[in-house]
């Protein structure tokens, strides 16, 4: 089986400028996702990586970590908008490095830059759910939720009033079914899922992996902040290195 692990990094960025690259804990952001496609790169056979960007920064900053990642590819324009989707991103990447391997890769692996805290356990625990289940196209890493739509999230109705997101008569959040927060960490896909062509990462036979620990993406400085002060304090509740 062959994966190609993808990590995708537009030079644009508004909430936190230049964040695939900021220094966090002594290194660029995206090195944590380098360093850990290098790791599942040594640990399983049959796996390329490739670095999907517009910016030549970045590549630059990718090329110095020495690592075994392809960053000859440069993201088209259209694809490196705040408004392109990912998935034709990956997909774009996943037919670049086919026609230069000149294979076709049986799953496609991409990790997020801006949501490095998972590890190696994270990924194969999610690879394994996968591959039990032949149906399944793609599987996402997920963390509980805070807040549950059918006990305390509202939205507005046609009329102009409130209610919950979605109707049942649970009296606590706890009787209520459970529900996730997309941590935006990492996702597999199926080769079959991009021969679909899907624009989301929700399909019929999608697939969750819940991460057994803290982890969140990075939206806002303050997001930039606290993870940090997590790395750099030995505060984290997992293995990261």
Do not use: W
């Amino acid at each position: 089986m062959s994966t190609l692990i993808t990590l995708c990094a537009r030079g644009g960025s508004k909430g936190i400028p230049g964040k695939n690259i900021k220094p966090i804990a002594g290194n660029p952001l995206i090195f944590y996702s380098a360093r850990l496609a290098k790791q599942y790169q040594e640990s399983n056979p049959d796996v390329d990586i490739v670095l999907s960007t517009d910016a030549d920064e970045i590549k630059t900053v990718v090329n110095s970590f020495g690592f075994n990642i392809d960053t000859n590819y440069t993201r088209p324009t259209d694809l490196a908008s705040d408004k392109a989707g990912k998935i034709g991103a990956i997909n774009d990447t996943l037919l670049y490095s086919e026609r230069v391997h000149k294979k076709k890769y049986d799953f496609i692996l991409d990790l997020d830059i801006t949501s490095p805290l998972r590890n190696q356990e994270d990924i194969q625990g999610a690879f394994s759910l996968l591959l039990e289940n032949h149906d399944a196209y793609n599987i996402f890493s997920v963390s509980p939720a805070n807040r549950n739509p059918y006990f305390n999230m509202v939205e507005e109705n046609a009329n102009g009033f409130f209610s919950l997101c979605k109707q049942g008569t649970f009296l606590s959040r706890q009787t209520a079914p459970k529900v996730y927060d997309m941590n935006a960490s990492f996702y597999f896909y199926r080769r079959s899922f991009f021969e679909k062509g899907f624009a989301t990462v929700f399909t019929e036979k999608t697939l969750v992996y819940e991460v057994p620990h803290l982890c969140f993406d990075l939206d806002h400085p303050i997001d930039f902040e606290f993870m940090s002060f997590l790395l750099t304090s030995g505060k984290l509740d997992f293995d990261f290195r």
